[in-house]
């Protein structure tokens, strides 16, 4: 069943209401001043300012009947909007095909977007509420366009998961064992993510890898000492070790192959 249309005339704003009705005081206020002179012009500008009062001046809906009417059609009106409107993002950064985006989704909806703006100053009047016809509210978050080459560029901030715990680290000693063993994860160390850490961490402690005291007291000496630190520490693993460090990795990376292909 199609439901029932309104038109698409534009009403005033709860603040142009306000200023209308301010201006209107304000000439009849000049009516009785007897230093106006031309009392005639006072007249005439208040009768067409309450004419276009009256005529854009939202008035809420007669009965209940017609306010259930417009609740189903702006809610019919705004399905029928939302799908093809760019982004937040899109609009503040304006990639490529942005613009024509934009002109064609609002060349198809215009009539819409005036009919549902007319309702929604209708639904809400007198209420004060200036927002409520402002489609902005309702414009969606995310984006079908790429970013790359747009005008505003921006910037992207990852944070961690909130999930994830406390940051995962590496005692210096830690981080040359692992460099023995295999030079490639101690230098993916930076870009693995606090779970690829975790496990990487416990494989090292299951085989005895902790942070030497000595180490970590020597964050406290000199560059020299620190070094002079390292050096002393710096054990090369044993066979065993290696072994088992590379068989812990490998069961932790075969878990986590398994764990995708099951999702």
């Not at 809906?61 to 899109?90: A, F, T, Y």
């Not at 809400?124 to 409520?132: F, L, N």
Request: aromatic content about 2%; some cysteine; proline content about 7%.
């Amino acid at each position: 069943m199609q439901t029932q249309s309104f038109p698409t005339k534009s009403l005033l704003r709860p603040d142009q209401v306000d200023s209308a009705k301010d201006e209107i005081k304000n000439l009849e206020a000049k009516l009785q001043n007897k230093h106006i002179e031309d009392k005639g012009e006072v007249q005439r500008q208040l009768r067409r300012t309450k004419r276009d009062f009256e005529s854009q001046n939202p008035l809420p809906p007669e009965n209940r009947e017609e306010e259930d009417r417009m609740v189903k059609r702006s809610k019919h009106l705004l399905s029928e909007i939302l799908p093809g409107m760019c982004s937040q993002e899109e609009m503040r950064k304006n990639p490529p095909g942005a613009v024509d985006k934009h002109m064609a989704w609002e060349k198809k909806n215009k009539p819409k977007i005036l009919e549902w703006k007319h309702i929604m100053l209708r639904l809400t009047a007198g209420s004060g509420q200036r927002d409520v016809a402002n489609f902005e509210r309702h414009r969606p978050v995310t984006s079908t366009l790429s970013m790359d080459n747009a005008q505003i560029p921006g910037k992207q901030i990852f944070l961690p998961d909130p999930d994830a715990g406390r940051g995962v680290t590496f005692s210096e000693a830690q981080i040359a064992m692992l460099r023995q063993l295999s030079p490639e994860i101690a230098d993916r160390l930076g870009s693995l993510s606090n779970a690829q850490r975790t496990e990487v961490k416990q494989a090292m402690e299951g085989i005895g890898l902790t942070p030497d005291p000595v180490q970590s007291a020597a964050g406290k000496l000199g560059a020299a000492k620190k070094a002079a630190a390292r050096k002393r520490n710096r054990k090369p693993l044993t066979p065993e070790q290696k072994d088992a460090l590379l068989k812990r990795l490998a069961d932790a990376r075969a878990k986590k192959a398994a764990m995708k292909a099951q999702a």
